[in-house]
């Protein structure tokens, strides 16, 4: 579930090859893509996020895909053999850098399960991919504070807006992970305050920021962005809308993964 609107920049569809693929952390591989169709990427910051075309099927195209991924684009995907067709996924930029061109992805390293987690494993330099470039999700309403809840999925995107916060903001952010390890240094305005908790091995996401969220004293003048596995987003919009009182304009909310559901396509 999201309320986030979609937007579809002007991008549109950019071939990219793997430079470089390392694991920063236990749980997080950084692919670096680069490119001369990057050319065209209009960096917008913040948690700009894009969907990735993987040509992981044998015979998988990327020659015939729509150049935009709104309705129409997506009803015209489906109609694409299937044994042909990319796998497609939503990933968010971690970093972009201009000269040369690079666009650094963090991907979470969740098991054997899915595509796009073992593809980042398992990828070397040279493999091929396209990113569709879709836009924000951080819209933020006029408010006096900031607030973000995020899970490992939804970490490139917090620290994306931590990054991009101008100096004088204020507020919280509280990142869950299932390993400390997988930590990763803030830039950010000095007013928000970022707590990382760690849920207990096995439980579900959201365990641990949600009670987290639950303890903190949210003013009602506040813009709220929580992100990452579904529950965790939904129950953290439940309880800043139903039980702090926010209005539901104040709380952008998105469902970046489902516990035991792959994504479509
Ligand atoms: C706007 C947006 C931005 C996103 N940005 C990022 C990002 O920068 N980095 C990132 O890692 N993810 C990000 N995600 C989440 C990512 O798209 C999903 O995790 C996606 O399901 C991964 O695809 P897959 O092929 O690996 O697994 P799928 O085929 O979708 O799922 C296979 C199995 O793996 C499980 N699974 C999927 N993701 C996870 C996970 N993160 N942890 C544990 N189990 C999981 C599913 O429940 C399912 O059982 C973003 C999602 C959205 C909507």
Not at 190 to 199: F, M, Q, S, T
Not at 255 to 262: E, K, T, V
Request: net charge neutral; proline share 7%; charged share 25%.
């Amino acid at each position: 579930m999201s309320n986030i609107a979609v937007t579809h920049s002007d991008s549109g569809f950019l071939p990219v090859q793997v430079l470089d693929s390392r694991r920063v952390s236990p749980h997080i591989v950084r692919v670096t893509f680069g490119g001369g169709a990057l050319e065209n990427f209009e960096y917008r910051g913040f948690d700009q996020w894009f969907r990735i075309a993987l040509p992981v099927r044998e015979g998988s195209r990327l020659d015939n895909l729509p150049r935009k991924f709104g309705v129409g684009g997506y009803l015209r995907f489906l109609t694409l053999p299937r044994n042909s067709r990319p796998v497609i996924r939503n990933y968010t930029v971690r970093s972009f850098r201009e000269d040369p061109r690079e666009l650094d992805v963090d991907f979470v390293v969740h098991g054997t399960e899915g595509i796009a987690g073992p593809w980042a494993v398992g990828v070397r330099p040279g493999a091929p991919a396209a990113i569709i470039d879709q836009g924000c999700g951080w819209k933020p309403v006029p408010a006096a504070e900031n607030l973000i809840v995020a899970d490992e999925s939804g970490m490139p995107a917090a620290l994306g807006i931590l990054r991009d916060l101008h100096a004088e903001a204020r507020g919280h952010a509280i990142i869950e992970l299932f390993d400390a390890r997988d930590t990763q240094e803030v830039t950010g305005p000095a007013g928000v305050e970022v707590r990382w908790v760690i849920r207990d091995a096995g439980s579900a996401p959201g365990s641990a920021a949600l009670p987290a969220l639950r303890a903190l004293e949210v003013d009602e003048d506040t813009y709220a962005f929580a992100v990452g596995e579904s529950s965790l987003a939904t129950g953290a919009r439940r309880l800043l809308v139903s039980e702090r009182g926010l209005p539901k304009a104040n709380v952008t909310f998105s469902g970046y993964w489902r516990l035991g559901r792959a994504s479509p396509s």
